[in-house]
């Protein structure tokens, strides 16, 4: 029998070489991902980094010589462990894809079948001889550390957490002790401390067997928990690559050093910059610096032609003519904390909340005062979202009172008064359901302020039109439909929707948690500024404690369904008191966890 | 503002830009059955609509012999009664074509209405509704439709209320799950959040988000209609013996199908034209819109199965 994966590897060779691939439209006539050389050793772990439509996840499909539809691969080469996956037969490469190289899914939930369980999606990825030993199963479920037990086999999926269902799509692409995995994101779904353990298995996994992998990824945090070596990807180019240490201590490209300021430092308190202009649209014709429009360093030559990839230290090389001329920094001030407000805008005492019969708040008892920003941290699944919709009065299946302004603000919204529900403003988690998108942006807006005040229509248009200034939304926004809205553009026209009735506080659910990091720097430099300007009180809901501490002045951390802590930011980073919060804090994924991370490799 | 720029800002958002109209038009005439869709039902409703102007001969007057072959004068010969064909034909599409679509349109209408609140409003609303639907499904729904008929009469508005309570419990089914879908939306929450009452966001939110839906299931429906109609005509319920109508035709002529069979062929064939017609072109709309070339057009991704199968099928 065939068995690809024991054949021999030839000496001298990287187990993993990529040269000059190349991935196009079908028609060639658009390049979606252009050039991209890399070379991984066995065991090492390789970091993508880049924007959404930066053309990372493309790339790393490509990797398995594989193209979403429409898609071709124009040119380069694959080899992995000696074989060229480019020159193999299609009837071949199916038998190497799954032995020889693998691929872990962002979403588990939606790459496992529901209809069949564990035992059975694990079998089917071993050899046909393998398949009815159950000891190997187990052993499968052992090395990603899931119960090695009998009855988790036979479970479902939907009987898993999101954690263990990523765990048993790792255990699949580990289970034939493949050369090269590639893994697109698999922790994004995740919460820290999950988050925390996968990155650990997989470290642990790829060192033990000496398997490369690829980890595609938007957030450079997590790559440099993980990844020994981290390439950032532009417009479809490598721009930057190098070991991870160097790449974030002494980033060389200018986007590389906008990305790594984008992204909120749990151990730094100084705010994040988000990184002014778009990025280009997938497969845009560019003959020189994708990046130079949006570039401070920019110079003629880089709008002349394409940068090529120079070494400018030890395997660090960069695409980028000016690497040498740092830009001026801008200084990162410390966030302006106001100090805290005597006078509560909003109490909650003893709040409980259920779903049928479960109780998922248990008594919650807290206040946001008049233009104080308090953050709401907690796991997935501790209650965090739910408070939250019972102070927007979403949640109709609560207890307890709440007041507002001193009065006794009812839990339901129908019982609320008009003036309650204006002064207190919700903003959703997802930016793509909360917007009708049968309506305009500008006619959304203009429905919720007719639903406050009796305007003529001009008066109407103009609020509308000065709310989405507000956000820094160019009046042309109002005419658009929400599709043609990109997701952080979305966000800030539901900041607008939110804004333009004058609220007194913002209910945000996990508002940044679906836009990329760099995309999530620039809304929340926004509702600090707002913050500043208007005197606007926030509840900001997260599960991601970096955040928390560019934007807001008090921390209250929930786990389930109970406040477990509260304090002033600055007082629970640096002395978390309960268990709950030093366990966030530890497994948030941070700049500094390399001195822990691949080394051990 | 001056007035210009007043005129300005409206124009911003009330009017649709042309191109984009443009585009959708010509995306979902890309599609392969739109065409053939649109030319096979304007050829029938052109029959319909100028047929009764050009007749030759009256409908009812007999001018030949019965089953009379095709010749120069009767193009498609004479019929059991020695009436031409030809004209029969012309004007015979009228009744049936205003029936089904006033069924249709009452039944989509009454299905709408039943299966957005049920999808909306959820909980005892919901049982009810689905349940009492699901008691007039358990009926067969033909035969309840000739019980009708033979004991309160034929007459043409009874026919298109039972065509359409015939219609509306399947066509409630599918629209509240897609309502269900839409109900779920961040933008409904965002709705009640700020004390919008339930009517409003029923017709301001769920209505234009289960557009596509409901015209998918009109045409559908309308087919549905034409074979229920005709079947109707067939037994004689719809219209008396002399009118000429396409389904009564078949019922007349089929004694006589081996001297003339033009008699029978030619109103089956413009059914069956009709018909075809009309489901090219709603199947080419469903795949049009579902494929986002309209804004706020369901996407595959956000039907969930599970929604669709919710109820008992």
């Given at each position: 029998?065939?068995?690809?994966?024991?054949?021999?590897?030839?000496?001298?060779?990287?187990?993993?070489?990529?040269?000059?691939?190349?991935?196009?439209?079908?028609?060639?006539?658009?390049?979606?991902?252009?050039?991209?050389?890399?070379?991984?050793?066995?065991?090492?772990?390789?970091?993508?980094?880049?924007?959404?439509?930066?053309?990372?996840?493309?790339?790393?499909?490509?990797?398995?010589?594989?193209?979403?539809?429409?898609?071709?691969?124009?040119?380069?080469?694959?080899?992995?462990?000696?074989?060229?996956?480019?020159?193999?037969?299609?009837?071949?490469?199916?038998?190497?894809?799954?032995?020889?190289?693998?691929?872990?899914?962002?979403?588990?939930?939606?790459?496992?079948?529901?209809?069949?369980?564990?035992?059975?999606?694990?079998?089917?990825?071993?050899?046909?001889?393998?398949?009815?030993?159950?000891?190997?199963?187990?052993?499968?479920?052992?090395?990603?550390?899931?119960?090695?037990?009998?009855?988790?086999?036979?479970?479902?999926?939907?009987?898993?957490?999101?954690?263990?269902?990523?765990?048993?799509?790792?255990?699949?692409?580990?289970?034939?002790?493949?050369?090269?995995?590639?893994?697109?994101?698999?922790?994004?779904?995740?919460?820290?401390?999950?988050?925390?353990?996968?990155?650990?298995?997989?470290?642990?996994?790829?060192?033990?067997?000496?398997?490369?992998?690829?980890?595609?990824?938007?957030?450079?945090?997590?790559?440099?928990?993980?990844?020994?070596?981290?390439?950032?990807?532009?417009?479809?180019?490598?721009?930057?690559?190098?070991?991870?240490?160097?790449?974030?201590?002494?980033?060389?490209?200018?986007?590389?050093?906008?990305?790594?300021?984008?992204?909120?430092?749990?151990?730094?308190?100084?705010?994040?910059?988000?990184?002014?202009?778009?990025?280009?649209?997938?497969?845009?014709?560019?003959?020189?610096?994708?990046?130079?429009?949006?570039?401070?360093?920019?110079?003629?030559?880089?709008?002349?032609?394409?940068?090529?990839?120079?070494?400018?230290?030890?395997?660090?090389?960069?695409?980028?003519?000016?690497?040498?001329?740092?830009?001026?920094?801008?200084?990162?001030?410390?966030?302006?904390?106001?100090?805290?407000?005597?006078?509560?805008?909003?109490?909650?005492?003893?709040?409980?909340?259920?779903?049928?019969?479960?109780?998922?708040?248990?008594?919650?008892?807290?206040?946001?005062?008049?233009?104080?920003?308090?953050?709401?941290?907690?796991?997935?699944?501790?209650?965090?979202?739910?408070?939250?919709?019972?102070?927007?009065?979403?949640?109709?299946?609560?207890?307890?009172?709440?007041?507002?302004?001193?009065?006794?603000?009812?839990?339901?919204?129908?019982?609320?008064?008009?003036?309650?529900?204006?002064?207190?403003?919700?903003?959703?988690?997802?930016?793509?359901?909360?917007?009708?998108?049968?309506?305009?942006?500008?006619?959304?807006?203009?429905?919720?302020?007719?639903?406050?005040?009796?305007?003529?229509?001009?008066?109407?248009?103009?609020?509308?039109?000065?709310?989405?200034?507000?956000?820094?939304?160019?009046?042309?926004?109002?005419?658009?439909?929400?599709?043609?809205?990109?997701?952080?553009?979305?966000?800030?026209?539901?900041?607008?929707?939110?804004?333009?009735?004058?609220?007194?506080?913002?209910?945000?659910?996990?508002?940044?948690?679906?836009?990329?990091?760099?995309?999530?720097?620039?809304?929340?430099?926004?509702?600090?500024?707002?913050?500043?300007?208007?005197?606007?009180?926030?509840?900001?809901?997260?599960?991601?404690?970096?955040?928390?501490?560019?934007?807001?002045?008090?921390?209250?951390?929930?786990?389930?369904?109970?406040?477990?802590?509260?304090?002033?930011?600055?007082?629970?980073?640096?002395?978390?008191?309960?268990?709950?919060?030093?366990?966030?804090?530890?497994?948030?994924?941070?700049?500094?966890?390399?001195?822990?991370?691949?080394?051990?490799? | 503002?001056?007035?210009?720029?007043?005129?300005?800002?409206?124009?911003?958002?009330?009017?649709?830009?042309?191109?984009?109209?443009?585009?959708?038009?010509?995306?979902?005439?890309?599609?392969?059955?739109?065409?053939?869709?649109?030319?096979?039902?304007?050829?029938?409703?052109?029959?319909?609509?100028?047929?009764?102007?050009?007749?030759?001969?009256?409908p009812i007057?007999f001018?030949?012999?019965p089953f009379?072959?095709?010749?120069?004068?009767?193009?498609l010969g004479a019929d059991i009664m020695g009436r031409d064909v030809l004209s029969r034909v012309l004007s015979g599409g009228t009744v049936i074509l205003?029936l089904s679509?006033?069924?249709?349109?009452?039944?989509?209408?009454?299905?709408?209405?039943?299966?957005?609140?049920?999808?909306?409003?959820?909980?005892?609303?919901?049982?009810?509704?689905?349940?009492?639907?699901?008691?007039?499904?358990?009926?067969?729904?033909t035969i309840?439709a000739l019980?009708?008929v033979s004991?309160?009469g034929s007459?043409f508005?009874?026919i298109?209320?039972?065509v359409?309570?015939?219609?509306?419990?399947?066509?409630?089914?599918?629209?509240?799950?897609?309502?269900?879908?839409?109900?779920?939306?961040?933008?409904?929450?965002?709705?009640?959040?700020?004390?919008?009452?339930?009517?409003?966001?029923?017709?301001?939110?769920?209505?234009?988000?289960?557009?596509?839906?409901?015209?998918?299931?009109?045409?559908?429906?309308?087919?549905?209609s034409i074979a229920l109609i005709a079947g109707l005509s067939f037994l004689g319920l719809a219209q008396d013996p002399p009118a000429a109508n396409w389904g009564l035709m078949l019922n007349e002529n089929r004694i006589g199908l081996t001297q003339n069979p033009w008699a029978v062929v030619v109103p089956v064939a413009l059914i069956a034209?009709l018909t075809?017609?009309?489901?090219?072109?709603?199947?080419?709309?469903?795949?049009?819109?579902?494929?986002?070339?309209?804004?706020?057009?369901?996407?595959?991704?956000?039907?969930?199965?599970?929604?669709?199968?919710?109820?008992?099928?």
């Amino acid at each position: 029998m065939r068995s690809p994966v024991s054949s021999p590897v030839s000496c001298g060779e990287a187990a993993v070489v990529v040269r000059g691939l190349r991935v196009t439209t079908a028609d060639g006539r658009r390049c979606l991902v252009d050039d991209a050389s890399l070379e991984l050793e066995a065991g090492e772990v390789l970091g993508i980094v880049g924007e959404s439509g930066s053309g990372k996840t493309t790339l790393g499909l490509a990797l398995l010589h594989h193209c979403r539809r429409g898609l071709r691969i124009g040119g380069g080469t694959i080899r992995v462990a000696g074989r060229d996956l480019g020159g193999a037969a299609p009837g071949d490469l199916r038998q190497l894809r799954g032995r020889l190289v693998c691929y872990v899914p962002q979403d588990p939930a939606s790459a496992l079948n529901p209809a069949l369980r564990i035992g059975t999606q694990l079998a089917e990825c071993l050899e046909p001889r393998a398949r009815r030993d159950r000891t190997r199963l187990l052993d499968l479920l052992r090395a990603v550390k899931l119960p090695p037990q009998a009855n988790f086999l036979e479970s479902f999926p939907h009987q898993l957490s999101g954690g263990q269902l990523q765990r048993v799509a790792i255990a699949m692409a580990f289970a034939n002790r493949p050369r090269l995995i590639v893994m697109d994101e698999p922790t994004t779904g995740l919460d820290v401390t999950t988050q925390a353990h996968v990155l650990e298995t997989v470290r642990q996994l790829c060192g033990q067997h000496a398997v490369a992998a690829i980890y595609v990824s938007h957030d450079i945090a997590v790559v440099a928990a993980i990844a020994r070596r981290v390439a950032v990807v532009y417009a479809g180019r490598i721009v930057e690559i190098g070991p991870t240490e160097r790449v974030l201590r002494h980033p060389a490209h200018p986007y590389t050093r906008a990305l790594i300021h984008a992204v909120p430092d749990i151990d730094d308190a100084t705010p994040v910059s988000g990184i002014p202009g778009h990025a280009p649209e997938a497969g845009a014709e560019s003959s020189c610096c994708s990046f130079a429009p949006r570039c401070t360093l920019a110079v003629d030559a880089c709008r002349e032609r394409l940068p090529a990839l120079v070494v400018i230290a030890a395997a660090h090389e960069v695409r980028c003519p000016r690497s040498a001329d740092p830009e001026p920094v801008p200084p990162r001030g410390p966030v302006a904390v106001r100090a805290a407000s005597v006078r509560p805008l909003l109490a909650a005492h003893g709040l409980r909340a259920f779903y049928g019969r479960r109780e998922v708040l248990h008594g919650v008892s807290f206040a946001v005062g008049a233009g104080e920003c308090v953050a709401l941290v907690g796991e997935s699944g501790s209650g965090k979202t739910t408070l939250a919709r019972c102070i927007g009065g979403l949640h109709g299946e609560a207890g307890g009172s709440m007041t507002f302004h001193g009065e006794t603000l009812p839990l339901d919204t129908r019982r609320r008064s008009a003036a309650a529900r204006r002064r207190i403003q919700y903003i959703f988690q997802n930016p793509y359901g909360s917007f009708n998108p049968r309506r305009s942006i500008g006619a959304s807006l203009a429905l919720t302020l007719a639903q406050f005040e009796t305007l003529s229509g001009s008066e109407r248009r103009a609020k509308v039109l000065a709310a989405l200034d507000q956000v820094s939304l160019p009046a042309s926004m109002a005419d658009r439909y929400p599709r043609d809205l990109s997701g952080g553009q979305r966000q800030r026209a539901a900041i607008a929707r939110a804004l333009i009735t004058d609220p007194e506080l913002l209910v945000c659910d996990e508002i940044t948690s679906a836009l990329d990091v760099s995309v999530q720097a620039v809304i929340t430099v926004l509702l600090s500024e707002l913050q500043r300007e208007r005197g606007l009180a926030m509840l900001f809901v997260t599960h991601n404690l970096a955040v928390v501490r560019g934007i807001a002045q008090r921390v209250v951390v929930m786990q389930e369904g109970n406040l477990v802590e509260e304090g002033p930011t600055d007082a629970v980073m640096r002395r978390p008191q309960s268990d709950e919060t030093k366990r966030l804090l530890r497994d948030a994924p941070r700049f500094t966890a390399k001195a822990r991370g691949c080394d051990t490799l | 503002m001056s007035a210009a720029a007043r005129s300005a800002a409206r124009s911003a958002w009330t009017v649709r830009s042309v191109p984009a109209w443009m585009r959708g038009a010509r995306a979902f005439f890309a599609r392969g059955g739109a065409i053939w869709g649109a030319a096979l039902t304007a050829a029938v409703l052109l029959v319909v609509a100028i047929g009764p102007f050009v007749a030759h001969y009256s409908p009812i007057d007999f001018v030949g012999a019965p089953f009379e072959s095709p010749s120069l004068d009767m193009p498609l010969g004479a019929d059991i009664m020695g009436r031409d064909v030809l004209s029969r034909v012309l004007s015979g599409g009228t009744v049936i074509l205003s029936l089904s679509a006033l069924a249709t349109v009452l039944g989509v209408a009454l299905g709408g209405l039943l299966g957005i609140s049920a999808g909306y409003l959820k909980g005892a609303a919901d049982d009810l509704i689905m349940r009492t639907l699901d008691v007039l499904l358990a009926f067969p729904q033909t035969i309840l439709a000739l019980l009708f008929v033979s004991v309160l009469g034929s007459s043409f508005l009874l026919i298109a209320l039972l065509v359409a309570a015939i219609h509306a419990p399947q066509v409630a089914r599918v629209i509240r799950a897609a309502a269900l879908r839409v109900a779920g939306e961040d933008f409904v929450e965002y709705a009640k959040g700020i004390g919008i009452p339930p009517l409003k966001i029923m017709v301001r939110e769920i209505v234009p988000n289960v557009i596509g839906p409901l015209l998918v299931e009109g045409g559908l429906r309308f087919t549905y209609s034409i074979a229920l109609i005709a079947g109707l005509s067939f037994l004689g319920l719809a219209q008396d013996p002399p009118a000429a109508n396409w389904g009564l035709m078949l019922n007349e002529n089929r004694i006589g199908l081996t001297q003339n069979p033009w008699a029978v062929v030619v109103p089956v064939a413009l059914i069956a034209i009709l018909t075809v017609g009309v489901n090219l072109l709603t199947d080419a709309y469903g795949s049009w819109a579902v494929q986002g070339n309209r804004p706020g057009a369901p996407q595959p991704a956000d039907i969930k199965a599970a929604e669709i199968l919710d109820g008992p099928l």
